[in-house]
């Protein structure tokens, strides 16, 4: 890997990662899937039905396998699933992810007549939940305010965001940054350590209102980096 | 005002409101004070103490007064105190501040050896602390993500990022994004209602934690909207 630097620009070369998609049956999971596929990198849909798996994968350039052959054979590991059930299924996934990177970019929310707001967590975020569950991985929080619309749509060949990238290794926090700014015009900005991935986590349902507000799908970019 | 409107572009005529800053002598304070005032508002700078507020005021283009004073002149008054002490405050200005739309900006963070990070607010927020106790109010949560030292800078003419607005009353939140986007290069978006201000104010532990990785001052811009 690369000299480490503090431009998002100079990041290490990732290209030849194989990356697996946990719960990537979801729009957010084949939505990624599909972007990294695009890139040219290796891409594992994982799902509790390696049949399910494999008809997600169909049409984004994916494999699909269960989630724990997913996660032994992936270089780096994308936890997608929905909020109920994440601690349960990282729990039984600890043993092949252990010393992989981990992204975890799932939302806690909850849904009402009023919208989207964030659930509470005990261990302050998924990611911190991830990290007290997975010892032995090296957690990153990322991908929370990808839109699955935009990343599933193919006349959308760019889209306009930054990727935040949380974590407490900085070995690993580059590799995921330079993941994000493989999917065409993204980019990853390192922003913070995993104590402040729920505020990350919980801003999609800002995200949720802005889409609701002005009918778009909305990104967020960070100025200056 | 003008009629409502889904786009951020077509907002109410605000360019005659006075504006008040309790808590206006900090950095954060008197940055909007210049911001505002240089946009040709009126504008009160408050303090525990008038003759810090008058001092503060001084070279910002804004008038200095008591807290009380402000509260009970301003047209639209903001938040601008330290955490510590924000409820005391308001609780001492429920009746100036009566039927007023009321801007909190407040951050409750901590720091530590690592950074920034978010504290636990019993009320989910501080803009909903505020909501709590200024029942008579109307309560809008912005400004959190502005970079006093950008606002203080005299060879900065316009700031890059988007102002977050939020809250419950859509009236008074088209206010403040008019407001915002009197701030030369700033803009308001709406961005949900007041129970998902507390990712908003801390978020900003975030932005720190980007400002001291990349040596900026980082706002956030959000996309497509």
Redesign the interface.
Known sequence: MAERT???QALPEVSALSIGILGGTGDQGRGLARRFALAGHTVLIGSRSAQRAQEAAEGVGARGAENAVVAAEADVVIVAVPWEGHKQLLESLREPLDGKIVVDCVNPLGFDK?????LPVEEGSAAQQAAAVLTGSRVVAAFHHVSAVLLLDPSVDEV??DV?V?GDDREATDVVQALASRIAGARG?????L??A???E??T??L???NR?????????????
Chains 1, 2 share one sequence.
Not at 189 to 193: C, D, E, I, K
Not at 213 to 220: D, E, N, P
């Open positions: 503090d431009s998002p009023q919208g989207a707001y964030a306009d965001l935040l949380l900005v390192y922003a913070g350590r104590r402040n729920g505020q990350v919980a801003m349902a800002n949720i209102s802005i507000r002005y009918k778009v799908h909305a990104g967020l970019r960070v100025t200056d980096v």
